[in-house]
């Protein structure tokens, strides 16, 4: 028997091909190719994994797949070109807690979906359902491909991967990332998640360039067909981040998906005493206190650009992740508008189905009224916020933290202040049907009518007002028994965390699917 160099080197010749063939599939195999994606701010998708998951623990599906087009290029080429078919995925952890991880690869035909990339995906999405994995997939790439060849084609409509992960949708948290231009089915892919974490560099829409020329649209830069600025203020995008953050925040979003962190540590309480203004029309951002409610350095704040009347953010109390719903009165006085009420309902629905208790920090004078705001649909937007309060079987607790005003007020409460498992108002807050000035001028309109003085008519809606508000007080409202407690805002957190550990923990997929609106 002669002397092989696998013979040499004690690997078996069989051995040494699959060494090879694996060799070939690592990005050290294209320098060039890496180099001009690199080059562009790009990432390969070997990068973003490695990037995201634990050293050692990916356990890859697929790896040695190639593009179905041997009528067009020879193997040598497939196996240099179309590596994994354009896209890497299979098992790992973050963190030591088990998840997936898929990546289309800008490598590979820019990322665009092969039809065997297809079937690996659909592979790796089955395994993702059997398990409950959540699973982040960076989802940058072209859209379909209509350069395959060896599998038999006529509309190619018959692909299941996006019913796939769609149908993931309420049974395992999905979270996309986008870092490059994302268009047609990559877009699809990103749009079914979850959550959507983009940097600025990202350029989301339903169709890329190509095809928006084609359809006599006209000629449309990729970077202008839908860019962070536009995706982040229209809600597309929960999260926006510089490019050099796009992994971190990725990983960070899903730790909240992953379970409770064994340490953590809670910010002085006894600031909350200071943070609301005592008089009902002077505006205050609402951060401080749901960054001091919340485990330190634990908050994300979700859709931050659009509809900013209302807060929706992730955060952790005494390492368990919670939701957190808030108005912010810095804008339209923190009323709920049509796009708040998308945002919210959405938002109650990914806690649902995610087992995420929810706190819902009010502070509203209501829904927005008036001809201009019920051209946006009002009724029905808002509406939906009413129907996912209504199906939460999570806990939810509500704090009144000012105003606590008509249907707005009762929809932050899940339907009225009976449906959470406990209703707390601060020192201070006022709950009733309407703004109290509001009311009187309604309820006493003939009466008002009667004043011929217009001084004097304004001293008694003052007084009148000022009558109400004492009726309306929070205090007084508790002695009717209508909420539950009226608190120390520094006892809040305390008498949350205690809340949460009597709840029982809600099942698996508590609740269905996410919508995406």
Request: glycine share 12%; proline share 5%.
């Amino acid at each position: 028997m002669s002397d092989t160099p696998a013979d040499l080197l004690g690997i078996r010749a069989d051995l040494l091909q699959v060494l090879a063939r694996g060799a070939l599939t690592e990005d050290t195999a294209r320098p060039d190719a890496v180099a001009k994606l690199h080059a562009r701010g790009g990432r390969t998708a070997r990068e973003h994994i490695a990037a995201v998951v634990d050293p050692g623990s990916f356990v890859e599906y697929g790896r040695f797949v190639t593009g179905a087009q041997e009528d067009r290029r020879s193997v040598d080429e497939l196996l240099d070109r179309t590596v994994a078919d354009g896209i890497v995925g299979g098992l790992a952890t973050i963190d030591g807690r088990s998840c997936a991880v898929l990546s289309y690869d800008y490598l590979v035909m820019a990322g665009t979906q092969g039809m065997r990339g297809h079937v690996k995906t659909d592979r790796l999405l089955d395994v993702i359902e059997r398990l409950r994995l959540p699973t982040l997939f960076f989802a940058a790439g072209g859209g379909g491909r209509p350069g395959d060849t060896d599998i038999p084609l006529a509309s190619a409509l018959d692909t299941p991967t996006f019913a796939a992960w769609a149908r993931l949708s309420g049974k395992v948290p999905r979270i996309a990332v986008v870092d490059d231009n994302c268009f047609a089915g990559n877009a699809v892919i990103a749009g079914c998640a979850d959550l959507i974490v983009a940097s600025d560099r990202s350029s989301l829409g339903m169709g890329g360039p190509a095809m928006i020329a084609g359809g006599g649209l006209g000629d449309v830069a990729a970077a202008d067909v839908g860019p962070l600025e536009v995706m982040a203020a229209n809600g597309v995008v929960d999260v926006a981040v510089e490019q050099a953050d796009v992994e971190e925040a990725a990983r960070d979003l899903l730790g909240y998906f992953l379970g409770a962190t064994p340490t953590w540590s809670a910010p002085d309480q006894t600031v909350l005493r200071t943070l609301v203004p005592d008089t009902e029309n002077v505006a205050y951002d609402p951060m401080p206190i749901i960054e001091t409610l919340c485990d330190a350095e634990s908050v994300t704040v979700l859709r931050s650009e659009f509809a900013p009347e209302l807060v929706t953010a992730l955060g952790r109390i005494e390492g368990r992740t919670v939701g957190v719903l808030g108005n912010d009165t810095q804008y339209v006085a923190g009323a709920i508008t049509a796009d708040a009420g998308d945002k919210a309902s959405r938002f109650l629905q990914l806690c649902q189905a995610n087992g995420f208790p929810v706190l819902s920090l009010v502070d509203t004078p209501g829904m927005m009224v008036g001809p201009a705001a019920e051209a946006t649909a009002m009724v029905r937007h808002c509406s939906r916020l009413l129907i996912a309060g209504a199906a939460l079987t999570v806990p939810l607790v509500g704090v009144i933290l000012r105003r606590g005003y008509g249907l707005g007020a009762q929809a932050m409460l899940g339907g009225s202040t009976r449906e959470p498992l406990l209703t707390l108002a601060w020192p201070g807050a006022h709950l009733g049907p309407m703004g109290l000035e509001g009311a009187v001028r309604l309820s006493m309109r003939a009466e008002l009518a009667a004043i011929a003085d217009d001084a004097e008519r304004e001293r008694t809606v003052v007084e009148l007002t000022a009558h109400l508000r004492e009726h309306a007080s929070a205090l007084n409202v508790a002695r009717y028994g209508e909420i539950d407690d009226v608190i120390d805002p520094a006892q809040t957190r305390g008498l949350i965390a205690r809340l949460l550990e009597a709840a029982a923990p809600p099942p698996p997929s508590a609740g269905g699917a996410v919508d995406v609106w």
